[in-house]
């Protein structure tokens, strides 16, 4: 198969068959453009995902205040997006397959412009808790269709750096949300409101971005629409690779209808279903669950005195992950998937140490809030580098075309139910065990992260989708070149 010929500016597919039998002219915008939409409504799409996420841990503070926050609701308040999250995700596998990956981004685009504006205009905590779970399903139903409708509408060549970009596109969202709360947060009562609540606006936008998209190939093509599926194709590949393309789809999908969870976790899948059940796991349960919603009440158990301090160091701080991201992108292509995930892992079990140490030292001596920042600095940089950035490259390519939705549905629902028992947990557990404890489990657990990406992760680098399908299938060994 050819390269893509992204410096043409010819159409991709002028003049040429469907890939199907016909004879139907292909006209699309060049290459370059096309792609160029596609990275950049993944990313917006990310970066209010990343935001809604975010903003949170600083309204947290002034929720606390405004309604006399118990440590129990605050932990409940904190995972009512995460519970909504785990219904959007099991939703939008349906969603992806039955309505299509762009229909399905669009309508969670429209559930962030609604819930967001509500969560800022709740009158009280019983309408922030349903506007915050409804968010949550919106949040869970777009990490599920934007990874996959990037993954299969970009080249192969440019699939592992588009889907970092939707990550890194995350973390710049988290990185607003935390500056957004520091410039909101002036004391007073109802500072939460427009920290929840501004995110409707760029929301309205990317809503906007996404309508003008069109659906994937692979989803035209799952569903007999050829020539449909040709053109979309046709859109951000070079003219000689849509029939090869094509061929491939149709070699993966030939098996049937979409694979079920039962089918995935079945031989001759199971080590793959293994795969996505641990990677979601994982991600989530080694620490970055618990620093993204409690960044700020972590600086204040360690000597912060005040609101605006913490949520000044959560901002900066997270302007460190963005270097993980930058990391991600010159490993992934480079030096390969896996060992981007490792590298990242092993910064986050430093980090962790480093956590301890500070906890260990002791409150109040100087050095503490010094050696607390530095290891959250380090563990978001590791974790942008690893988890974050390959959780999406890993939902994308690691699973043949019909199981992919299946795939990322049950990976990301995973994730969010991990998401949603740290979030649920974490305070009360810093608070009655201390951070010693608590960040040594963290530490264990990415040890053991370690040794399940060197046990399980494949290197997908530069492989086709129907590759990894043979992967699996011989009990993870890649068939000899």
Known sequence: MGRMDTGSGRGAGSGNGTGSGGG??????????????????????????????????????????????????????????????????????????????????????????????????????????????????????????????????????????????????????????????????????????????????????????????????????????????????????????????????????????????????????????????????????????????????????VGFTSDHAAIMVTAMVQLAAMLGEVLALVLVERAGRRPTLLTGITLMAVANAVLIAAFAWGVGRGATEVIAVTGVVLFRIGYSAGFGAMVWVYASEALPARLRSTGASLLLTVDLLTNLIITLTFLSLLTSLGGVTAFGLFLALCLAAAVFALRFAPETRGRTLDEVEGFWKRGGRWQAD
């Open 24 to 301: 139907t002219a292909l006209s699309a915008p060049p290459a370059r453009s096309a792609v160029l939409a596609v990275g950049l409504a993944g990313s917006a799409v990310g970066l209010i995902y990343g935001y809604d996420t975010g903003a949170l841990a600083g309204a947290l503070l002034s929720l606390k205040r405004d309604f006399g926050l118990s440590t129990h609701m605050q932990e409940t308040v904190t995972s009512a997006v995460g519970a909504g999250s785990v219904i959007g995700a099991v939703l939008a596998k349906s969603a992806c397959d039955r309505l299509g990956r762009r229909r399905t981004m669009y309508a969670v685009c429209i559930g962030y412009v609604v819930f967001s504006a509500l969560s800022g205009l709740a009158p009280d905590l019983a309408t922030l808790l349903v506007a915050r779970l409804l968010l949550g399903v919106a949040i869970g139903g777009s990490v599920v269709a934007a990874p996959v409708f990037v993954g299969e509408s970009s080249p192969l060549h440019l699939r592992g750096r588009l889907l970092v970009c939707y990550q890194l596109a995350t973390t710049v969202g988290i990185a607003a949300s935390y500056f957004a709360d520091l410039g909101l947060a002036n004391g007073g009562q109802n500072d939460w409101r427009w920290m929840l609540g501004i995110s409707a606006l760029p929301a309205a936008v990317v809503t906007i971005l996404v309508a003008r998209l069109p659906e994937t190939g692979h989803w035209y093509l799952m569903h007999g629409r050829a020539e449909e599926a040709a053109v979309s194709l046709a859109r951000t590949r070079s003219a000689d690779e849509v029939p090869a393309e094509l061929e491939r789809i149709r070699a993966s999908l030939a098996a049937g209808k979409p694979g079920t969870v039962r089918e995935l976790l079945r031989p001759p899948y199971r080590r793959a279903g293994l795969f996505v059940v641990g990677l979601g796991f994982f991600v989530q349960v080694t620490g970055i669950a618990a620093i993204v919603a409690y960044s700020p009440l972590i600086y204040k158990k």
